[in-house]
């Protein structure tokens, strides 16, 4: 219950983005300057790997209601209980180049990792302790260094997600029937900050992550400072990076603008399995949504989302000026799961056709129109208007709404056949299409608009 009305409310939020970055000052440009790949990218792989994926949603037999990396939590498995899964993870089939071509080929621009999730496991050689990949496991090697290195050898960014919560360090309890919330222990929350800094330490040796996604933020004993101080440390160590704004308490802030208008830690907002309404203008947001039902692989959880959704929900996302971070889960073989890759496969035949209707563009000039989305790129002298047909109109008229200046030229981005307009001293415009839909998912007509006219 507490868990259901959580996810409610936190689904309902996005976040608030500070743009004060704590102590630094940092001008208005210079964030544009340290914000300006993640803007350009709009696309990335979430992956949701551990040794979740081993029960892959099953326990005793018995099939384990909610997302699969929860699996500790929602079957109330000891800490003793669930180290027993380490012996058997040996991801023999793991390919870091391969996970990375996947992720390029379906059009993204970056990939989040889970580093530690709740359940405390690190999939990357730590120091400060031996629950992780190389001391607890037959694998007994780092698992993110090799990917790191595969991702930037395709041209993508590396970025990895840390759970504040840890079911597992000494330093947390059990906040109650259930492992979340935690609560920590007297004292030692200053032990716990600095483990996480030691880790992030690592992390930014060993990878030098270009994201630092965090997660696990929701325990009581977590504060704001608290975050401001791990934003800090990072900034400090790595200036180019950008964390999310689950660092801090930033989440909750998004209920218009009061009560609560601090600035809080953060350079992006979170929403979680839902894309906004609306873009909020000045924010930056990234939508982290999954292709099934759960993040961490689970082995009955067949309810995939269809091609034609995921693109429409990567258009719907870019035309309010966000990202979309999709999620795969691995196998504990080290497998992404066959209707993932085709799906991604699918994603990466669109963009190859239409990207330049999604990379580095803008939000939609106008209001959701009825036939589908939009998304903008501001030129030198002209402006740039891409129009996503969802719904491809039957006797070829499509309405465009008032666009502030003159059309001169409307073609489809996917082989630059030209396309008939009309437009009146409104500004609005009429196209004149061709009876069948290029592409039955989200055919592309480009716009040119001179500016200052
Ligand atoms: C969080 C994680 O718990 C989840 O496992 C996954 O990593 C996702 C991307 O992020 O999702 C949440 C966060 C908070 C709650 C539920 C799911 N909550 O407070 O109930």
Sequence with gaps: MQFAARCLVLLLLLAANGVDVGARAESPSDRD???????????????????????????????????GEWIMDRANISAADYEKL??????????????????????????????KHHDGFCL???????????DATPWGKDLLMPLSAACREAGLHFCVYYSIMDWHHPAQVRGGEYHNPTRIRDGQKRVYIDYMKQQLGELLDSCDPDVLWFDGEWPDWWTEPDGREVYDFLLKRKPSIIVNNRVAKGRKGMEGFSPDDQPH???????????????????????CMTMNDTWGFKA??????SEATLIRNLIDIASKGGNYLLNVGPTAEGRIPQPSVERLAAIGRWLRANGESIYGTTASPFEPPPWGRATKRAGGDALEVYLHVFDWPADGRLAVPALGGSITSATLLDGGTNVEFEQTASGAATLQLSAEAPDEVASVVKLVIAAGD
């Design 124 to 134: 990357f050689d730590t120091a400060a302790t031996d629950w992780d990949v190389v």
């Design 300 to 305: 009955n959880d067949d309810n995939w989302k």
């Design 265 to 287: 830690a953060g350079d992006f907002g979170t929403p979680e399995q839902q894309i906004p309404a609306t873009g909020v203008p000045g924010l930056d947001w990234e939508s």
């Design 86 to 115: 380490a012996p058997r993870f040996d991801p023999t089939e793991y390919d870091p180049q391969q996970w990375a071509q996947v992720a390029k080929d379906a059009g993204m621009k970056y990939v989040v990792i889970t580093s």
């Design 33 to 67: 300057m340290r914000m300006s790949w993640w803007r350009d990218a709009r696309f990335g792989m979430f992956i949701h790997w551990g040794l979740y994926a081993v029960p892959a949603g099953r326990w005793n037999g018995e099939d384990v209601p909610g997302i």
